[in-house]
Nanobody, 123 residues
Framework: EVQLVESGGGLVQPGGSLRLSCAAS????????MSWVRQAPGKGLEWVSG????????RYADSVKGRFTISRDNAKNTLYLQMNSLKPEDTAVYYC????????????????WGQGTQVTVSS
């Protein structure tokens, strides 16, 4: 079975940094594109970033571009999201998600996601 387990969330002050991790299992991780999505309180899911199967292509939502970096270590079956210069509006539950192919056409076509990890940005 596909399993995605996020970790690394917590409480951080505005301007601070966090690194999220997603441990993947139950599929050949290196064959699939991955993404991070988030859900702020009272809002719907927002796509944050995506990365293709070998890590050569990355994409970001305008709201996080220049501040967040998505990466992956295929040898460790792990996806990462480095978050810098955090803002209160980044407060959300962050989920990693698996696409059904090595790349993607639509950012919303992911098929699995994990339990999420809470990120709270507040003074």
């Amino acid at each position: 079975e596909v399993q995605l387990v996020e970790s690394g969330g917590g409480l951080v002050q505005p301007g601070g940094s966090l690194r999220l991790s997603c441990a993947a299992s139950g599929f050949t991780f290196s064959n699939y594109a991955m993404s991070w999505v988030r859900q702020a309180p009272g809002k719907g899911l927002e796509w944050v970033s995506g990365i293709n199967s070998n890590g050569g292509t990355t994409r970001y939502a305008d709201s996080v571009k220049g501040r967040f970096t998505i990466s992956r270590d295929n040898a460790k079956n792990t996806l990462y999201l480095q978050m810098n210069s955090l803002k209160p509006e980044d407060t959300a539950v962050y989920y990693c998600a698996k696409y059904p192919h090595g790349g993607w056409t639509s950012i919303g076509e992911y098929e699995y996601w994990g339990q999420g990890t809470q990120v709270t940005v507040s003074s």
